[in-house]
């Protein structure tokens, strides 16, 4: 048997995962039928009845805002670069404290049911509501999207199933919970998901730990002899290199947190301000302790696991946490931990359907067709049949981009998020001047800069839409690359024998032994088809080249073979040069936009406000103040 | 007691404004700190990565940066209890306070 390929149940139908699996399905399932009996009203529907305590709805935040992505991606990033996956976790964090000091009790004491009650609250309804709406939906679907297909590469990577299988069950479920439970079930599918994920983690990291005494001074000492790049895997690397690209790109997150929508609603669902800044500090305490169980988890697998295990089953790392898993606890451990996962993605989308359904009938529906006239059940039967329909879109558009590079998709929701959604609310809320042009115009701005600037981007012009000249150019570099290498050591190894004929001839015989010695040894060691092929034509260019160096050889003196061996390298580099000059180039140099267009969403919404006033708007911004400060005539 | 203020005359209340006030300095001295505490930390790994990749003590291979990011993350959750902290104290007495004037 190999040795070379690891023993692993990733990838197989684990029937312990299977059995943990269902038993989340149908306890959640129960849920959801009790929930059905309790979801009555809008109220119920959109914010459970506001009922929700400020504890559950910490609890429920996080579980909207953990995903699997970053559950199983940053373990992952952390365990394939090291340090550069803590920067990254960071990120993910800042923008809580964001939505508690801007947001949160504003939220809670001016809206019902969506972000654009806040931003409408003073200003024409029906455009700012659509606006509103259209930044909402764009949002909720580019999430949707990454995580739909996220979920079906793993649930193919974890158990095996079939992508557009995993893709139909997740949905399925998905649309049953928020059809059924509204937000009541929603809420509480975050919750058990979230308790679930939390302590799968922590008993993940006490496990690792236990390797290493728990310490980490001894953790991090493992980990930067275990792999490649030695000590540099705790230090900075190459995730972060033009201060403006890190600047931008944090800007993103940060305020792109405090405008998704689905994170938004969550404020309504709770009975006052008190319990809305609570469950801020629980969720920001939950996700900070999340974050750091992941990194050490990333850390841990590299150790224990290895990263050439790792990336042998998926090149970007994914299964690393899994992976840990089924090293330390075994099969059982392992399907948990799966299982912990699929909940995972199951709540996430939930969550983010019932975002998307809000935003269609409570906005676009009522706001805008209706003109705010209808009645509660007729807005519940709309945001039923526009949960089937983002369900059904977010199958069909998850099928649609399977085996798609849709990495770009995660910054392009956080760049709308922060740009169209983050500044009109800031905005509506602080700036007595705001007006529904200032409102309309930001938003629309945010919106479409944010789209634009990222099509154009590196993110998406290079690594998607000019893919197949990059890895063309990049093809070539690796060939030219490899062609210099050889011919300097073939140069360097053979340069004595210039001109003697015989000395040539028999070392030419000598590099075609070796070279059927070499094949016949990679082909008896490696097992992966892929990697043999691979290494087998790496060895012929290399001993092809030898030969040809050796060929020249013949005519030439010693001096001249030297000078040949100092003019390879300038002639490599120029090459090599015209060769990059190919390569195709963004047309907007930052890997993300949040810079210039939040930048341009504040601006365009600050001139157009002044430059047409609202002395209406202004007015009101009194009344409103009351209502924000003291809560009272909030929703109740 | 005088009598209970409309909501009009509660706009113009001294105490009210003052309310308000307060609410957003400490919202926003919070929102510069969690700025400061996140990019400060994003600065360091753009402009100074050798700061970052020194070792905690000799017999250590653990780096300066790792501690460092923990702490950021760390602090960021520290603000929202400070912020708790302050809102239950003396934000929410003051509200009661002016709602009482409002008879309510």
């Known amino acids: 048997m190999p040795t070379t390929v690891p023993q692993t149940m990733i990838g197989q139908a684990n029937p312990t995962a299977i059995m943990f699996f269902i038993a ?9 039928y009790w929930a059905a009996k309790r979801t009555k009203t809008t109220k119920d529907f959109y914010a459970a009845g506001r009922s929700v305590t400020g504890f559950q709805n910490g609890l429920a935040l996080a579980g909207d805002y953990m995903s699997a992505a970053s559950f199983l991606g940053i373990a992952g990033l952390v365990s394939t670069k090291g340090y550069d996956g803590l920067i990254y976790s960071v990120g993910w964090l800042v923008g809580w404290p964001i939505v508690m000091f801007l947001l949160s009790e504003p939220l809670r004491n001016l809206g019902k049911y969506t972000f654009a009650d806040v931003v409408s609250y003073r200003l024409s309804q029906r455009p700012i509501r659509a606006a509103a709406a259209a930044g909402s939906l764009v949002v909720v679907l580019t999430y949707l999207i990454a995580q739909m297909v996220g979920a079906g590469t793993l649930i193919k990577l974890m158990f095996g199933l079939p992508f557009e299988i ?101 404020f309504f669902t709770v009975p006052d301000v008190k319990a809305a800044r609570k469950s801020v500090f629980y969720a920001t305490g939950f996700i900070g302790y999340f974050y750091i169980l992941t990194v050490t988890i990333g850390f841990g697998a590299a150790v224990l696991v290895g990263q050439k295990v790792i990336m042998g089953i998926d090149a970007g790392g994914n299964m690393a946490g899994p992976l840990l ?30 975002a998307g359904a809000s935003a269609f009938s409570h906005d676009l529906y009522v706001g805008v067709i ?5 009645s509660e059940k007729d807005e519940v039967r709309v945001a039923k049949i526009a949960t089937v329909g983002l369900g059904v879109t977010a199958i069909a558009l998850g099928i649609l981009f399977k085996g798609q590079n849709v990495a770009f998709l995660v910054g392009l929701t956080f760049s709308i998020a922060a740009s169209a959604n983050f500044p009109a609310l800031l905005m509506s809320i602080l700036w007595k001047k705001f007006t529904t042009a200032g409102a309309v115009l930001s938003i629309y701005t945010g919106l479409s800069i944010a789209t634009v600037l990222l099509i154009l981007s590196p993110t998406v012009w290079v690594d998607v839409v000019h893919k197949s000249e990059k890895d063309a150019v990049e093809a070539k570099m690796k060939t030219l690359d ?36 070499k094949k016949k040894e990679i082909t008896e060691k490696v097992t992966d088809e892929k990697d043999r092929a691979k290494q087998i034509k790496a060895a012929e260019a290399k001993s092809t080249k030898a030969v040809e160096v050796l060929q020249g050889l013949a005519g030439m003196d010693a001096a001249t073979a030297e000078k040949a061996l100092a003019d390879a390298k300038p002639k490599y580099e120029a090459e090599k040069k015209e060769t990059g000059a190919a390569m195709p180039k ?25 430059m ?9 911004f009194d009344a409103e103040k009351l209502r924000e400060y003291l809560g009272v005539g909030a929703e109740d | 007691m005088a009598k209970n203020k409309t909501a009009l005359e509660i706009l113009d209340d001294p105490d009210f404004k003052a309310l308000v006030s307060k609410k957003n300095t400490v919202s926003l001295i919070l929102t510069i700190l969690e700025f400061v505490l996140y990019f400060g930390f994003v600065g360091l790994i753009a402009y100074n990565k050798p700061f970052l990749a020194q070792k905690m003590s000799p017999d250590s291979d653990t780096t300066i940066g790792i501690p460092i990011a923990v702490l950021t993350i760390v602090f960021s959750w520290v603000l929202t209890a400070i912020y708790i902290f302050w809102a239950n104290a003396s934000y929410d007495k003051d509200v009661q306070k002016v709602k009482d004037k409002m008879g309510g």
């Open chain 1, 166 to 266: 995993a893709i139909v069950v997740t949905g399925a479920l998905m649309i049953s919970y928020v059809i059924f439970g509204g937000m009541i079930a929603t809420t509480w599918v975050q919750i058990i998901k979230a308790g679930l994920l939390l302590s799968g983690a922590t008993i993940l990291v006490l496990m690792t730990l236990n390797k290493f005494g728990f310490s980490y001074g001894e953790l991090f000492k493992q980990a930067s002899s275990a792999t490649p790049l030695g000590q540099k895997f705790l230090e900075p690397g190459g995730l972060v290199t033009s201060p403006m690209d890190a600047f931008s790109l944090g800007l993103a997150l940060m305020f792109g947190t405090a405008g998704l929508p689905h994170i938004l609603m969550r």
């Open chain 1, 370 to 374: 209706r003109h705010g006239q209808a």
């Open chain 1, 482 to 517: 490899a062609n210099y290498k050889n011919m300097t050591e073939a140069l360097t190894k053979y340069k004595a024998a210039a001109g003697n004929k015989s000395e040539i001839d028999q070392a030419i015989a000598a590099e075609q032994t070796a070279i059927e010695a």
């Open chain 1, 586 to 610: 963004a047309i907007f140099p930052l890997k993300n936009p949040g810079i210039y267009s939040m930048a341009a969403a504040f601006l365009i919404g600050i001139l157009a406000s002044l």
């Open chain 1, 24 to 32: 989340f399905v149908i306890s959640t399932l129960v849920i959801t």
């Open chain 1, 612 to 620: 047409a006033p609202d002395k209406d708007a202004e007015k009101k």
């Open chain 1, 325 to 354: 898993a089924e090293a330390l606890g075994g099969n059982l451990f392992l399907g948990f931990l799966s299982a912990v996962a699929f909940a995972t993605i199951l709540a996430v989308v939930s969550g983010l359907t019932l």
